[in-house]
Nanobody
Framework: QVQLVESGGGLVQAGGSLRLSCAGAGSIFRIAVMGWYRQAPGKQRELVATITNSGTTNYADSVKGRFTISRDNAENTGYLQMDSLKPEDTAVYYC????????????WGPGTQVTVSS
């Protein structure tokens, strides 16, 4: 049973940093494509960044140069390092794992709140 859990969210001032973690998948994490998404109040959920099991990364334009996605396959844990945070980064951040061709299995975490004050 896969139960993803995000951690590391909180309240930070603009310009500050936070590091989010995603765990709970066990060994299947190593074959999964991991993604971080976010949803602000009144807005649709949007892609923040993805990383394949071999380490290829992709970022939304709004976070390029400020956020870094990474993974530790030995620890079955993924990360999102967020630097130079802005008030518009305020949202609930979700971890997602896609496994198999066409993401035949997909798992979401419950989310963690990130609030950036101006």
């Amino acid at each position: 049973q896969v139960q993803l859990v995000e951690s590391g969210g909180g309240l930070v001032q603009a310009g500050g940093s936070l590091r989010l973690s995603c765990a709970g998948a066990g060994s299947i994490f190593r074959i999964a494509v991991m993604g971080w998404y976010r949803q602000a109040p009144g807005k649709q959920r949007e892609l923040v960044a993805t990383i394949t099991n071999s380490g290829t990364t992709n970022y939304a334009d709004s976070v390029k140069g400020r956020f870094t996605i990474s993974r530790d396959n030995a620890e079955n844990t993924g990360y999102l390092q967020m630097d130079s945070l802005k008030p518009e980064d305020t949202a609930v951040y979700y971890c997602k794992l896609d496994i198999g061709i066409g993401a035949s299995r997909r798992y979401w975490g419950p989310g963690t709140q990130v609030t950036v004050s101006s």
